[in-house]
């Protein structure tokens, strides 16, 4: 028989897509279903591990339960309709396929299955070709139009679905919100480990494994998570005892349970429990470490300072000069291995060891910090070591005070100039220099560059006057040539380089024949009314020297008491107007010498000068300094009285 008509084979096409929807609809619904089961069946479990907590085998059985069921499942409801889908282990026939097809399409209702019935006879005898063909033909006219997989609906895909929607939230809300859950599945997954059951409170303990100083105490401190007991109990055992000792305790006021040991002289092991539940068990291990004995320093300053060396007993602290040497040496409990200091600045000194004694030296730098860290023969290191302090002083910069001159001035006729000053260091100086320059001059380009002179001091000593005649005739200045200078000073501070100080810069001027003249007019001028005024005050005293003798005569007590107070204001004027006078001598004198050295002392100038002299001479008279000196006598008469 011919089957090769092309309306057959569209019409078992038909057939086959009908059939592959149908198993398609089966696969959907089957994974639905087989994950539905498996969250159900999972989540079930997970409940039961939660609430039971079920050993290894029952957690075995039951993982493997969850498998066999799920994976049974899964192959009758997923994996077989999957392969029909693919053609393989179709128990239907495209006859029953057709059978199903006319049930549902009235309009062709068994001419379908009659017609492919005839195909599958083998006697082609009973109907031909042409009989076949033309049945084919009809048939596919009729149903060309239908197609066969609309009678697949997937309502039961949505129905499914909502049922596996609501499963799957209720398991993700129960998983988030019970407390415990995670664990379980956790649990059931891995079947094959054992889980202790969690204690209602474990133990958190401080410090746990420590090593101490022998003769150290140590506070042990036992914090609880979880829900605390009102008692726990601490386990302690020595090295020679056989069993622990328990010794109840109870919480502080931050619910911590605390056990101090005083001064523990041996190792122990020890542990905190309380209703059945423990903690890991600790060691304290007590080492005999090496303790600094003794400490001694010899600090010894620079040089310069001339400070002398100093020892110092059980204080590592040091208070020194920048540069100071200071020597240590240092005795141990122990013998040592090895000994260091280190300092705060990652700076280290190794000492050099003899049995238990150390010695060792440093530089003081800078302000600093150290310990001394000891090793003994087997490594131990000495605990909690002191931190001893450093403090560097540094050498201050030196001082210079000009006195005179102190302001800029001109240039004596004998090219000198007095230098007056004060110099002061706290340890000392190398030297002071004068630096001077022509910064003026009508007759060359004055000089960029100061010079140098030194002049000389005594290293020793910190303060020093200095009183210097600087000759300028070298230099060959005209007039109006201008010389600037100051002075430094220089420290002798060796250890950092020596540090200076200098002056401001004053001036000296070389002066004109006319400025010299105007000055000592100017001088005679000024010393003529001062003069004058002088001679007028000594007048007036010279009357009331008078009155105040002559009320003396009196000889009366009284009078003479009263008149005590104008005595001592008749001396007091006395002195100060012979004090003015010496002054006036002296500037006068200096102005006479100026001219002198200037060959400007003229016939008439000196003139002058002897009347000014004549007055001066006229205040300071024998007459008068008796007369002074009675009354000092008398004062002092009553002052006896």
Not at 252 to 262: E, G, H, I, R
Not at 455 to 477: A, H, R, T
Request: hydrophobic fraction near 40%.
């Amino acid at each position: 028989m011919g089957t090769d008509s092309k309306y057959y084979s569209e019409v078992i096409s038909k057939l086959e897509g009908y059939c592959q929807k149908k198993y398609f609809l089966y696969v959907i619904i089957g994974l639905q279903i087989t994950l539905i089961i498996s969250i159900a069946v999972f989540t079930a479990f997970a409940l039961l591990e939660l609430v039971s907590n079920f050993n290894s085998p029952l957690r075995t059985f039951i993982f493997f339960f969850i498998a066999v069921v799920v994976g049974g499942v899964s192959v009758y409801l997923l994996i077989i309709p999957l392969l029909q889908y693919f053609k393989l282990f179709r128990k239907e026939s495209y006859f029953q396929v057709a059978g199903r097809v006319g049930e549902h399409f009235p309009e062709i209702k068994d001419d379908l299955l009659n017609t492919m019935q005839i195909v599958s006879s083998n006697d082609d005898k009973i109907y031909s070709p042409k009989l076949i063909n033309a049945a084919f033909q009809n048939v596919y006219n009729r149903t060309k139009n239908i197609k066969f997989d609309s009678i697949i609906s997937f309502k039961k895909v949505k129905s499914t679905f909502v049922y596996f929607s609501t499963l799957t939230v209720v398991a993700i809300l129960l998983f988030l919100f019970i407390p415990g859950l995670n664990a379980a599945s956790y649990r059931l997954i891995n079947y094959d480990q054992e889980f202790i059951e969690p204690p209602k409170f474990t133990f958190k303990v401080f410090p746990g494994d420590s090593e101490i100083t022998k003769g150290e105490d140590i506070l042990i401190s036992v914090s609880v998570e979880g829900e605390s007991p009102n008692e726990i109990y601490f386990a302690i055992k020595n090295k020679e005892d056989v069993e622990y000792t328990y010794k109840p305790v109870t919480p502080d006021s931050l619910d911590n349970f605390n056990f101090n040991f005083v001064s523990v002289r041996t190792s122990f092991k020890y542990f905190a429990s309380s209703d059945e539940v423990k903690s890991d068990e600790y060691e304290i291990t007590v080492i005999d470490r090496p303790i600094v004995e003794t400490i001694e320093l010899e600090i010894i300053p620079p040089a310069y300072s001339r400070i002398a060396k100093t020892v110092q007993q059980d204080n590592g602290n040091i208070t020194s000069l920048v540069g100071t040497r200071v020597n240590i040496k240092l005795s141990s409990t122990k013998k040592l291995s090895k000994a260091f200091l280190l300092f705060s600045d990652s700076t280290s000194v190794e000492l050099d060891v003899t049995e238990n004694e150390a010695v060792g030296k440093f530089t003081v730098r800078k302000d600093n910090q150290y310990i001394i860290k000891l090793l003994d023969e087997i490594g131990s290191e000495n605990s909690s070591p002191i931190t001893y302090y450093v403090q560097a002083l540094y050498d201050a910069y030196p001082t210079i005070e000009m006195i005179a001159p102190n302001m800029s001035i001109p240039l004596a006729n004998d090219n000198r100039v007095n230098l007056i000053a004060e110099v002061a260091d706290d340890y000392g100086f190398s030297k002071l220099i004068l630096n001077y320059r022509l910064s003026a001059s009508r007759y060359e380009p004055p000089q960029m560059d100061f010079r140098k002179l030194e002049i000389q001091l005594p290293p020793s000593e910190k303060e020093i006057p200095v009183n210097y005649i600087w000759n300028l005739s070298q230099l060959s200045l005209g007039v109006d040539d201008v010389v600037s200078y100051y002075l430094e000073v220089f420290d002798n501070d060796n250890i950092n380089g020596p540090k200076s100080t200098k002056t401001s810069v004053f001036t000296v001027r070389v002066p004109s024949l006319d400025e010299i003249l105007a000055e000592a007019d100017k001088i005679q001028s000024h010393s003529e009314t001062e003069l004058e005024q002088t001679l007028k005050e000594a007048e007036e005293l010279q009357q009331e020297l008078q009155e105040i003798d002559q009320d003396l005569k009196k000889d009366d007590e009284k009078l003479a008491w009263e008149e005590k107070e104008k005595i001592e204001n008749a001396l007091e004027k006395f002195e100060e107007l012979q004090q003015r006078m010496d002054d006036m001598s002296d500037k006068l004198q200096e102005m006479q010498n100026d001219l002198q050295q200037n060959d400007l002392l003229s016939e008439e100038t000196l003139e002058k000068y002897m009347e000014l002299q004549k007055l001066m001479d006229e205040l300071t008279s024998e007459e008068m300094k008796k007369a002074m000196e009675k009354l000092q006598d008398t004062l002092e008469q009553l002052n006896r009285d």
